[in-house]
């Protein structure tokens, strides 16, 4: 009995967002893209879903025994990895860009700039 195979290379992969992962999940991200898109045969299917997805991350405020991010040489607030690394301050989330995908998202009309509550709070 023969069998017909037949291989599609359809990637039309939608843009996805990562939201709040802890800066050690994003920096994790990094070791897999050493894996599969930073070698001689890099993986067109991996590599076309890491293109379109932006990887919004959070700072930790503080380490904590056991913490991942020791096992990815990293830390609380590492960068590495993330298109934008949000911090926690007083009554909102400091944002930095850390990419174009990071400037992407910052341009957006939905993120205010922090300019005028910060002026408020200093009042």
């Not at 939201?19 to 894996?35: L, N």
């Amino acid at each position: 009995k023969k069998m017909s195979v037949t291989v599609s290379d359809k990637r039309d992969y939608s843009k996805a967002v990562i939201f709040g992962c802890r800066p050690c999940d994003a920096k994790g991200f990094t070791i897999y893209d050493r894996v599969f898109i930073e070698t001689d045969t890099p993986d067109p299917y991996y590599k076309e879903h890491r293109e379109k997805t932006t990887i919004i991350s959070l700072a930790c405020e503080t380490p904590f025994a056991g913490c991942f991010c020791v096992a990815v040489d990293g830390g609380p607030a590492d960068k590495l990895g993330s298109d934008v690394l949000m911090t926690d301050v007083d009554k909102g989330y400091y944002l930095e860009s850390l990419t174009e995908k990071g400037d992407a998202v910052l341009s957006l009309p939905m993120i205010a700039d922090g300019a005028s509550y910060q002026a408020a709070a200093q009042k």
